[in-house]
């Protein structure tokens, strides 16, 4: 069986306001969290409380997203900011 190779590259990546989607998606996760929590005890009734949970873990998942995309974000563009810099005195 031969190996598979591409015919064509990959295309750029698309970038968009990801910092604004990764917060957007937080609040969401928090958001269905709390909006669980008066029904806890429905939710321990039916085995369900992973639901629960699952929402508070995307929160704190986001939380650590957010650290992660805005660190991503500065870098890309301190790193713009250098090439703009160093490219009218080549």
Request: with cysteine; net charge negative.
């Amino acid at each position: 069986m031969a190996k598979w190779t591409p015919k064509h590259e990959a295309p750029e990546p698309l970038e968009g306001p990801v910092v604004a989607t990764i917060v957007g998606g937080t609040i969401l996760w928090f958001a269905m969290f709390l909006a669980q929590l008066p029904f806890y005890g429905w939710f321990a009734d039916r085995d369900l409380l992973w639901w629960v949970w699952t929402c508070a873990a995307g929160g704190f998942l986001g939380l650590i997203g957010i650290w992660y995309v805005r660190g991503r974000d500065a870098a890309l563009k301190r790193h713009a900011a250098e090439a703009e810099a160093a490219a009218p005195e080549a």
